[in-house]
């Protein structure tokens, strides 16, 4: 059907309706719920006699948009229902973020979404937003943070940190996300949810409902998965992608490794370098093997007379990079600031590695920030695109000092006993190895002061990086069986009947009441 006669139509009550009773079955867009429609019956009917025999707890409010997320969202909430919550499932059936959609396939997603939904009636409440009527006008902060997420919004999507507010994408994220917080601050108002469960949190209308639910301060929880098969992360009242391990740090941090976990984190240490995958991950960190830090040295032209820094950037428009300036406006201002400090210090040799996950994105890359800054870029700058064969852990070796924005390398550099300068706001930052400056003057003072003095990590906090990696890596993911990749197939090694069962309670019970509200005892 003609887009210019879905438009018309889509304004015409019940037309998609009509439409959609003739011709059932799933829109011709990229919104597929088709491994759902077919494994939700089974999963109602291992969930059933849980249901019956529960004992009533909390009132739980999930909000997805995008079908693999109204899929997970289906799932997860038939789970929390077996162990007896309250649980409604509210959603938005959009397939992308990035285009808008006419009214008329919406609609027809809409109702695609309710049939494949069907099975939970009676059990689990559904809410589609776009049946509701929406608050009237959101409050003059909640906006502002509407704002901010359209902002996040269009620089995910672009890739970039300077977002035209007038562009068709930005005013296409605002009134979606504006409508999403207005609908869901009238459901929440509504159910008056003990708990609303959010996954991401930061960006999309997954970011503005989350917003919504802190302004009514209720009790928000987000959620989000790493490379590792049967872990979520999991924060509450505050968005999961800032990797918040101040609670975490706060009860574990300053205890000892034991043997058996120094082991464990020296392994996965090894696998990243040596570009291995560790543990239910099939991900490798490096895809270059290392060949030592003097040999590297060599083949980038680099000497041994004059001291090394390291940059390790991060990828531009990354959600972990999202909202994280320090001092600087951008990470791009700190790189162009950086490289342009150090071409007026030719006695220091400036090492920039570009983030390998560039070679996967479309945006702005960050050598194209330091081309931009620099004229002519002197010999004591190296430049490392994304495509090169380079090991960042060779890099490391040879490295007298880092600078990072939030990328784990900074993390890995403390952990070898490279003194590291944290610019952005990630969460290893201020845990006590590494030095963490808050205006400029401080930063260029403090990137003098570590070369002059040639400062160096004590003992105590090398051990502080390994510890801190240790309960990050292994202690910050919380077990749960389903993760967003390869849904499916977790869902074989641990259909409901297993999850709900004592087995299952045993492994992911204490996930499950942490999703549900229960404070995270670290």
Same mark, same amino acid.
């Given at each position: 059907?003609?887009?210019?006669?879905?438009?018309?139509?889509?304004?015409?009550?019940?037309?998609a309706?009509?439409?959609?009773?003739?011709?059932?079955?799933?829109?011709?867009?990229?919104?597929?719920?088709?491994?759902?429609?077919?494994?939700l019956?089974?999963?109602?009917?291992?969930?059933?006699?849980?249901?019956?025999?529960?004992?009533?707890?909390?009132?739980?409010?999930?909000?997805?948009?995008?079908?693999?997320?109204?899929?997970?969202?289906?799932?997860?909430?038939?789970?929390?229902?077996?162990?007896?919550?309250?649980?409604?499932?509210?959603?938005?059936p959009?397939?992308?973020?990035?285009?808008?959609?006419?009214?008329?396939?919406l609609?027809?997603?809409?109702?695609?979404?309710?049939?494949?939904?069907?099975?939970?009636?009676?059990?689990?409440?559904?809410a589609?937003?776009?049946?509701?009527?929406?608050?009237?006008?959101?409050?003059?902060?909640?906006?502002?943070?509407?704002?901010?997420?359209?902002?996040?919004?269009?620089?995910?999507?672009?890739?970039?940190?300077?977002?035209?507010?007038?562009?068709?994408l930005?005013?296409?994220?605002?009134?979606?996300?504006?409508?999403?917080?207005?609908?869901?601050?009238?459901?929440?108002?509504?159910?008056k949810?003990?708990?609303?469960?959010?996954?991401?949190?930061?960006?999309?209308? *997954? !970011?503005?409902?989350?917003?919504?639910?802190?302004?009514?301060?209720?009790? =928000?929880? /987000?959620?989000? #998965?790493?490379?590792? $098969?049967?872990?979520?992360?999991?924060?509450?009242?505050?968005?999961?992608?800032?990797?918040?391990?101040?609670?975490?740090?706060?009860?574990?941090?300053?205890?000892?490794?034991?043997?058996?976990?120094?082991?464990?984190?020296?392994?996965?240490?090894?696998?990243?370098?040596d570009?291995?995958?560790?543990?239910?991950?099939?991900?490798?960190?490096?895809?270059?093997?290392?060949?030592?830090?003097?040999?590297?040295?060599?083949?980038?032209?680099?000497?041994?007379?004059?001291?090394?820094?390291?940059?390790?950037?991060?990828?531009?428009?990354?959600?972990?990079? *999202? !909202?994280?300036?320090?001092?600087s406006?951008?990470?791009?201002?700190?790189? =162009?600031? /950086?490289?342009? #400090?150090?071409?007026? $210090?030719?006695?220091?040799?400036?090492?920039?590695?570009?983030?390998?996950?560039?070679?996967?994105?479309?945006?702005?890359?960050m050598?194209?920030?330091?081309?931009?800054?620099?004229?002519?870029?002197p010999?004591?700058?190296?430049?490392?695109?994304?495509?090169?064969?380079?090991?960042?852990?060779?890099?490391?070796?040879?490295?007298?000092?880092?600078?990072?924005?939030?990328?784990t390398?900074?993390?890995?550099m403390?952990?070898?006993?490279?003194?590291?300068i944290?610019?952005?706001?990630?969460?290893y930052?201020?845990?006590?190895?590494?030095?963490?400056?808050?205006?400029?003057?401080?930063?260029?003072?403090?990137?003098?002061g570590?070369?002059?003095?040639?400062?160096?990590?004590?003992?105590?906090?090398?051990?502080?990086?390994?510890?801190?990696?240790?309960?990050?890596?292994?202690?910050?993911?919380?077990?749960?069986?389903?993760?967003?990749?390869?849904?499916?197939?977790?869902?074989?090694?641990?259909?409901?009947?297993?999850?709900?069962?004592?087995?299952?309670?045993?492994?992911?019970?204490?996930?499950?009441?942490?999703?549900?509200?229960?404070?995270?005892?670290?």
């Amino acid at each position: 059907m003609a887009l210019a006669l879905k438009n018309i139509l889509g304004e015409i009550p019940f037309t998609a309706d009509l439409y959609d009773s003739l011709r059932k079955g799933r829109p011709h867009t990229r919104y597929n719920l088709e491994q759902l429609a077919k494994h939700l019956p089974q999963a109602v009917k291992e969930a059933r006699p849980f249901i019956q025999n529960a004992k009533p707890k909390s009132k739980l409010l999930l909000f997805a948009t995008l079908h693999y997320w109204v899929e997970q969202a289906a799932i997860v909430g038939l789970a929390l229902r077996g162990m007896g919550h309250d649980v409604t499932i509210a959603y938005l059936p959009y397939h992308d973020w990035r285009k808008d959609i006419n009214k008329f396939d919406l609609r027809r997603q809409d109702l695609y979404t309710r049939r494949v939904l069907a099975p939970l009636n009676g059990m689990v409440n559904v809410a589609s937003l776009l049946d509701l009527k929406p608050a009237s006008v959101l409050p003059a902060s909640l906006a502002a943070d509407i704002a901010l997420v359209s902002n996040y919004d269009a620089q995910y999507t672009l890739q970039v940190e300077d977002v035209d507010t007038q562009s068709a994408l930005y005013q296409m994220r605002l009134r979606r996300n504006d409508f999403a917080a207005r609908a869901a601050l009238s459901l929440m108002r509504e159910i008056k949810p003990g708990a609303v469960l959010i996954p991401n949190g930061t960006i999309t209308e *997954l !970011g503005a409902v989350y917003r919504a639910a802190r302004h009514l301060d209720l009790r =928000a929880i /987000t959620y989000e #998965f790493n490379d590792q $098969r049967e872990q979520v992360w999991i924060a509450q009242n505050d968005e999961v992608m800032r990797q918040n391990t101040d609670s975490l740090w706060t009860a574990r941090g300053g205890n000892k490794l034991t043997k058996s976990e120094r082991v464990l984190i020296e392994e996965l240490e090894s696998a990243r370098m040596d570009g291995r995958a560790f543990g239910k991950s099939t991900r490798k960190w490096q895809d270059v093997e290392t060949i030592g830090g003097e040999k590297l040295r060599k083949e980038l032209g680099l000497d041994k007379k004059r001291p090394v820094v390291l940059l390790a950037t991060n990828v531009l428009g990354d959600s972990l990079t *999202l !909202g994280r300036n320090v001092f600087s406006q951008s990470m791009a201002e700190w790189i =162009a600031k /950086t490289a342009r #400090f150090f071409a007026g $210090r030719p006695r220091v040799q400036l090492v920039i590695r570009i983030h390998p996950g560039e070679r996967l994105t479309h945006g702005p890359s960050m050598s194209d920030v330091v081309k931009g800054a620099l004229a002519d870029i002197p010999e004591n700058i190296h430049l490392i695109g994304p495509l090169e064969k380079v090991n960042t852990y060779d890099l490391m070796e040879i490295a007298d000092l880092g600078l990072v924005y939030t990328t784990t390398t900074g993390l890995e550099m403390a952990m070898n006993g490279i003194p590291v300068i944290v610019c952005g706001a990630t969460h290893y930052r201020g845990r006590g190895f590494t030095i963490d400056p808050t205006t400029w003057d401080e930063y260029f003072a403090m990137m003098d002061g570590a070369l002059k003095k040639k400062k160096v990590l004590t003992k105590t906090q090398i051990e502080t990086a390994w510890e801190y990696a240790y309960r990050f890596f292994f202690e910050y993911p919380l077990v749960f069986p389903w993760r967003l990749m390869h849904f499916w197939k977790d869902m074989e090694t641990w259909p409901m009947a297993r999850v709900l069962s004592k087995e299952g309670e045993k492994e992911f019970g204490t996930t499950f009441d942490y999703l549900a509200g229960k404070n995270i005892k670290w």
